[in-house]
Structure formats: C-alpha cells, structure tokens
C-alpha cells in the first residue's frame, strides 16, 4: 500500500517537473540512476546475506532463545537477534506478535523490535558507502545500547507494570 | 576488472550462497526465496525514492535546504528532519541515499541523523501497523521513548564527530 502512494505521488512530481523543464528532469533521472548503481553491489549483497541469515534464525529457534523467563539474558540476545537481521517491519510486527503468543517477554521484544529498526549490521557496508567507518559504528553502538533503555521501559509499560 | 572491483560484495555472498546450496540445500533454497522476498521489497521501494532524491537534487536550491535544516535552522530544523523521515516509506537503507542529497544541500550533520533516525523508527505508517501487531501499550511507549532518544543519539554523535571528519563526509556526498 505504501508503495503505491510513493510510485503515485514520484509519478505526479515526475510530470509536473517534465512540464515544467525537461531538461531539469532529464539530469533529475540521470542522477536518480547514477545514485542508484552506486549502490547496487551492496544493495544485492546485503539481500542475499539477509536470505543467508533469516534461512538459519528461524522463529521457532528466536523464541526458544528469549522466552520471558530468559531476563536480560534473553534481552541481549533478542537485541543482538534484531541487530543482525534486517526484517521489514510489515514482517517482523506479525513476527513479534507471534514470538510473544509463544512464550517471549515483552521487554525481549521491545529490545528485538527496537534494534531490528535501529541497529543494522548487514546494511552497514551500506552506510559505511555514505556515512564513513567511524560514524557508521558509532550510530550503531550507541543505537544498540539505547534499545536497552527502550525495553526496559517498553517492557513495563507494555506488561501493565508501568501507568 | 573495474566491474568486478564494483560488484565484489554482491559476488562474494552469491558465492557463499551457492555453497550453501551446496552444503545443504534445504537451507540455500530457503535462502534464495527469502533473497527473494528482499529483492521484490526492494524494486517495490526502490525506484521512487531515487527519482525522488533526483527530483530535490535538482529543484531544492541549497539555500532553501540550508535556511530550514542547515547549521542555524534550530528547532525549525529538527522538527522538520522528524517529519520527513516520519513520513516516508521503506527500508532503512533507502534513507541513506536522501541523506547524501541533504548532506549535499547543506543539511547539518545532527539533522541528517535524525532524519535517519525517525526513518528507522517512528514511521506513522508504520506505526499503526505496530499497534495493531503488540498493542497500544507497546507501541505508544516505544514512540515515546525513541523521540527524545533520536535527537540526544543525533547530537552526541555529531559532538563526538571531529570538524574535518565531518567534511569529509560531506565532500564524499557530493561524490555519490
């Protein structure tokens, strides 16, 4: 659904600008391709290393690792789960949902579905192509630490504790 | 040889790929399917945001860009690098292409971070998908949370960040 409005709305912006200057809109597009190839290696790689990843980690074996018994056991490992995999979130929300119908602690989800979104260790050869070395870690260090923060308190207020 | 040199990851994990279907090909076969799955993702996202970034290449004058989210843009700036990766749709690494663009534009560091950092997780879209999936409870909480998060990450990174270091960054965008 999502990406009928993005294709809808590129496609009117796409007209309007060729309306209004096709040169413009000719270097437009040459750009978008440019920026594009650039990042195809990449993007490819990550795919297939996500399709590596995902064919081992299955769902069975996440939640037989955090279940809300495990603690901050089970939080560490559902966060280095979420930082390592790349889900898209329409996904890993039914995913989630399904893990904690199966026994996973709500602070265990809150760290997996925080890193998921935040922390990305297959995209990282991506970012490291816009942001450098030294950024890209850092934005991932400090991103993978805060989602400690984020299921603490997720966890209380979610399981009721909290409000 | 440049082609190779250009493609050298992508090559390298199709050839762990075809190990693994090697290896055992119960498990490479789920791999190739969930690839792709991916890769559809991907072509589905994929072509709009880049003719997006295009488009705003070529129209957004850098002072425009500057006034709103630059070095002096203040509040201004940060609500607005909120709203436009809050907005959009799409996997994270379809925001780091839009960054170059704002880097670009003359964008300041911690507002393109927490463009990245509200792209990656305060999607409104997604987020009606999220209470829907854990909850209210869960979902509320978790926004809550992450808004303050993203700006105070964006800011120390950008402090922890050294002046020539961050121009470097921002001439290598001009690069891609």
Redesign the interface.
């Given at each position: 659904m999502n990406s009928y409005i993005m294709y809808t709305s590129v496609i009117i912006l796409l007209t309007i600008s060729f309306f209004k200057d096709k040169k413009k809109t000719k270097m437009a597009l040459k750009k978008a391709w440019k920026s594009f190839e650039n990042i195809l290696s990449q993007l490819i790689g990550v795919m297939i290393l996500v399709g590596l990843l995902l064919s081992v980690f299955n769902a069975e074996l996440i939640s037989k690792l955090i279940g809300s018994e495990s603690g901050w056991f089970g939080v560490i490992l559902s966060a280095i789960v979420g930082a390592i995999t790349l889900i898209p979130g329409f996904v890993a929300f039914p995913t989630a949902a399904m893990l904690l119908d199966n026994g996973a602690g709500y602070m265990q989800i809150g760290a997996f579905v925080s890193t998921l979104m935040m922390v990305g260790v297959v995209t990282a050869p991506v970012e490291i192509k816009y942001f450098g070395k030294r950024l890209t870690i850092l934005r991932n260090i400090f991103a993978f630490i805060f989602s400690f923060i984020v299921a603490y308190i997720v966890g209380k207020v979610a399981s009721g504790i909290w409000f | 040889m440049v082609l190779i040199k250009?493609?050298?990851?992508?090559l390298?994990?199709?050839l762990?790929?075809a190990v693994?279907l090697l290896i055992n090909r119960e498990?490479?076969l789920?791999?190739?399917?969930?690839?792709?799955f991916?890769?559809k993702?991907?072509i589905?996202?994929?072509?709009?945001?880049?003719?997006?970034?295009?488009?705003l290449?070529?129209?957004v004058p850098k002072e425009t860009m500057m006034k709103y989210m630059g070095e002096e843009s203040g509040i201004k700036g940060i609500v607005l690098s909120f709203i436009l990766g809050s907005v959009a749709?799409?996997?994270?690494?379809g925001a780091?292409?839009i960054?170059?663009v704002f880097m670009k534009k003359g964008v300041r560091l911690s507002n393109v971070?927490i463009f990245?950092?509200a792209w990656?997780?305060t999607?409104i879209?997604?987020l009606l998908?999220?209470i829907?999936?854990?909850?209210a409870?869960?979902a509320i909480?978790?926004l809550l949370?992450?808004i303050p998060?993203i700006i105070l990450?964006s800011y120390?990174?950008s402090s922890?960040?050294k002046a020539e270091?961050v121009s470097?960054?921002y001439e290598?965008?001009e690069l891609?």
């Open positions: - | 250009r493609y050298r990851f992508a390298i994990t199709t762990i790929l693994m498990l490479g789920k791999a190739i399917s969930i690839t792709g991916s890769l993702e991907m589905s996202v994929i072509p709009p945001v880049f003719i997006l970034l295009g488009l290449d070529v129209w749709a799409g996997p994270l690494y780091f292409p960054a170059a971070l990245i950092g990656s997780t999607k879209p997604m998908f999220e829907s999936a854990l909850g409870r869960f909480a978790r949370v992450d998060g990450i120390v990174l922890l960040m270091e470097q960054i290598n965008a891609l």
